[in-house]
């Protein structure tokens, strides 16, 4: 699948792979227990960046909602997702999708969708605990409500719940040839650069896999 490019505080949607469209959920039933069973009001001492005037940020709440994702994500993709992409993100990981809305509005006119699996190429030995990697797949700002902090600010509602539910990083995708999108998410979010995914989209664009790490206790 390709997705379309991000500019600093110009988002618009993170790719992901046909993979995580086959993905067992069984990998995912702890994970997703552990955030259910939190107040997100102890997870969210907001920052004053996070905050953005005149926005309001909810939680995504059921599949009642999935036509304001599909709508917001698919308004810049080259390549639409499946029904299943969502459905594999929003069924399994509803508390990792966050809407951004105008006040006095119903209307999302921003999303973040992510998920959580088990750290790849890790040692499974009993005395040491699995670690958890972050994943955002979809980020998603109308154009019209661009370069306002509202894509930033999901990023870091979205990395901080990912945090509290046990990942040791946060990965994502990017184009190479987005620079804007490197420099903000490298010089602002912290992210660095992991790997060179060469023809990662179906039209043969490389990409740069980033990675947040998080601070261990």
Same mark, same amino acid.
């Given at each position: 699948?390709?997705?379309?490019?991000?500019?600093?505080?110009?988002?618009?949607?993170?790719n992901?792979?046909?993979?995580?469209?086959?993905?067992s959920?069984?990998?995912?039933?702890d994970?997703?227990?552990?955030?259910?069973?939190?107040?997100?009001?102890?997870?969210?001492?907001?920052?004053?960046d996070?905050?953005?005037?005149?926005?309001?940020?909810?939680?995504? %709440?059921d599949e009642?909602?999935?036509?304001? $994702?599909? @709508?917001? !994500?698919?308004?810049?993709?080259?390549?639409?997702? =499946?029904?299943?992409?969502?459905?594999?993100?929003?069924?399994?990981?509803?508390?990792?999708?966050?809407?951004?809305?105008?006040?006095?509005?119903?209307?999302?006119?921003?999303?973040?969708?992510?998920?959580?699996?088990?750290?790849?190429?890790q040692?499974?030995?009993a005395?040491?605990?699995?670690?958890?990697c972050?994943y955002?797949?979809?980020?998603?700002?109308?154009?019209?409500?661009? %370069?306002?902090?509202?894509?930033?600010s999901? $990023?870091? @509602?979205? !990395?901080?719940?990912?945090?509290?539910?046990?990942? =040791?990083?946060?990965?994502?995708?990017?184009?190479?040839?987005?620079?804007?999108?490197?420099?903000?998410?490298e010089?602002k979010?912290?992210?660095?650069?992991?790997?060179?995914?060469?023809?990662y989209?179906?039209?043969?664009?490389?990409?740069?896999?980033?990675?947040?790490?998080?601070?261990?206790?």
């Amino acid at each position: 699948m390709m997705a379309a490019t991000i500019g600093e505080e110009d988002f618009t949607i993170q790719n992901l792979s046909l993979k995580d469209e086959k993905e067992s959920s069984s990998r995912h039933t702890d994970t997703t227990n552990t955030l259910e069973a939190t107040s997100l009001k102890n997870i969210e001492i907001i920052d004053p960046d996070m905050l953005v005037p005149g926005i309001k940020f909810v939680n995504y %709440r059921d599949e009642s909602q999935i036509d304001h $994702v599909i @709508r917001l !994500v698919g308004q810049d993709l080259s390549e639409p997702y =499946s029904i299943f992409t969502y459905r594999y993100f929003l069924q399994r990981f509803p508390k990792l999708c966050i809407f951004a809305v105008p006040e006095g509005s119903e209307t999302p006119i921003g999303c973040v969708v992510c998920k959580i699996d088990p750290e790849e190429d890790q040692q499974h030995d009993a005395c040491y605990p699995e670690k958890l990697c972050g994943y955002i797949g979809m980020l998603a700002v109308e154009t019209s409500y661009r %370069r306002s902090g509202i894509g930033s600010s999901l $990023v870091k @509602r979205a !990395v901080r719940r990912m945090e509290y539910m046990g990942c =040791s990083s946060i990965v994502l995708e990017t184009e190479v040839c987005n620079k804007a999108a490197m420099m903000l998410y490298e010089e602002k979010l912290g992210f660095v650069r992991e790997e060179l995914l060469v023809r990662y989209y179906l039209n043969n664009g490389d990409a740069y896999r980033l990675r947040l790490w998080l601070k261990e206790e």
